[in-house]
């Protein structure tokens, strides 16, 4: 038996969903509602991630030392099919733990966090009935201990030969280490911020589940295309697609001329002392539907106005997002042209042509790369890489569904004190 289990230690829910979701159609066998979760949302996030996944196995990471039949009967109630249990719970905790789990048709995980002498405690825990063992180094110690590989795997090899026992591993595991841990005896591959805060959290996974040799998923494509995605952004406000991003890639000090709601692919352009060169000439390049995005190190110099206006609405582009000065604002609203500005000048710079168009820049405090998506509002303007743009949307639509029951509860007359538990 060969697991990849996907330690979900998150405190958000809707990124919970969003990443068992992708790591699940990649090949992930096993998801792992984890500590962080549990205690941020109580053993209804269990019963969440059973009901999303109804075929994965679920592990309910609750470290039990106490009360063994009471956490595990709460875990199994809510659709957990393995309740891990600290090893260092006295036996009569893990008898009772065990007792509970066979009444429930579920498995039971010793973690051996913090045992010393793990070989006397494993033999013990085989004669109580656990059903797997885990090896977990704990993240507070691999932050301050370097990691003594080839000790853990002799510790691993030694553990093997004295148990029947699947070996489940947890702490730092990469794809380099893998081969080692599986030589040594281990089975289940428990992985957590290697996955849970990779910018392609499907590839990582498809790439852990090839290291592992579980039987490889099928190729999986999200059936959205780009065009889609960017509707569906649209619909979206920044306000919420900040916080599916923890509030990061949010430009600051910007002003909107317009109440519209735009998502399109970035061209960018660096210039400088109000040259507005590069600024027309990005124009001329950029594709219907895109949007221009210039950083034009805050000049109070003018680099956009009316005429290049009507150059970008000739092109085809959605709209521009300029830190810096603009002018001719009057002619723009007019023109119903959506743009985004920090001041307005009467004073032109000139066009000399300094400065690169599609590169990375820094606009409003955000690094907006080519091809990144846009989304602005009359609340802002907001950066998705394009590389978590289907991610981002994701936990997005999530968010958004949530608000919709707030509003819903407090139309019924809960309070937001009360729905917060505050």
């Not at 429930?104 to 004669?127: C, F, P, Q, T, Y």
């Not at 317009?258 to 970035?266: M, Q």
Request: charged share 30%.
């Amino acid at each position: 038996m060969l697991a990849l289990q996907v330690a979900l230690d998150l405190i958000s829910i809707e990124d919970a969903v969003v990443i068992a979701d992708l790591a699940y159609k990649a090949g992930a066998n096993w998801l792992e509602v984890g500590t962080p979760l549990i205690k941020t949302h109580g053993i209804k996030a269990v019963r969440i991630l059973r009901e999303k996944f109804p075929e994965a196995t679920i592990v309910a990471d609750m470290k039990t030392i106490d009360t063994g039949d009471l956490e595990v009967e709460l875990a199994a109630k809510n659709g957990a099919d393995i309740v891990s249990i600290l090893a260092l719970a006295s036996d009569e905790t893990i008898v009772r733990a065990v007792r509970t789990a066979r009444a429930h048709g579920i498995k039971i995980m010793a973690d051996l966090m913090n045992v010393e002498d793990k070989i006397s405690r494993i033999k013990r825990l085989e004669e109580l009935g656990v059903d797997y063992i885990l090896i977990h180094t704990p993240i507070d110690i691999q932050k301050v201990r370097l990691k003594k590989v080839d000790a853990s795997l002799l510790e691993i090899k030694k553990i093997k030969e004295e148990t029947s026992l699947p070996i489940a591993a947890a702490g730092g595991i990469t794809l380099e280490t893998i081969p080692y841990l599986k030589e040594a005896g281990v089975s289940i591959f428990v992985v957590g911020r290697a996955i849970t805060k990779a910018k392609d959290v499907y590839g990582t996974t498809k790439k852990f589940c090839m290291a592992i040799g579980l039987k490889e998923a099928e190729e999986y494509r999200e059936e959205i295309s780009e065009e889609e995605i960017i509707k569906e952004f649209e619909k979206i406000s920044t306000a919420i697609i900040s916080d599916a991003m923890k509030r990061f890639n949010a430009m600051r000090g910007l002003k909107a001329l317009t109440n519209k709601r735009i998502c399109g692919r970035a061209v960018t352009v660096r210039t400088l002392d109000g040259d507005w060169g590069k600024v027309v000439k990005a124009i001329d390049l950029a594709k219907k539907g895109e949007i221009l995005v210039v950083d034009s190190q805050e000049s109070n110099l003018a680099v956009f106005g009316e005429l290049a206006t009507r150059t970008a609405l000739k092109r085809g582009l959605k709209g521009a997002v300029i830190d810096g000065a603009i002018r001719d604002v009057e002619a723009i609203k007019k023109l119903g042209f959506p743009i985004w500005f920090r001041k307005v000048s009467p004073n032109a710079g000139e066009p000399h042509g300094h400065g690169e168009i599609n590169v990375p820049i820094a606009c409003a405090g955000v690094v907006v790369k080519p091809g990144d998506f846009i989304v602005a509002d009359e609340l802002g303007v907001v950066v998705v890489e394009k590389e978590r743009a289907l991610e981002i949307l994701k936990k997005a639509k999530e968010i958004k569904k949530k608000e919709k029951l707030y509003k819903k509860a407090i139309e019924e007359g809960k309070t937001l004190s009360e729905l917060f538990g505050l």
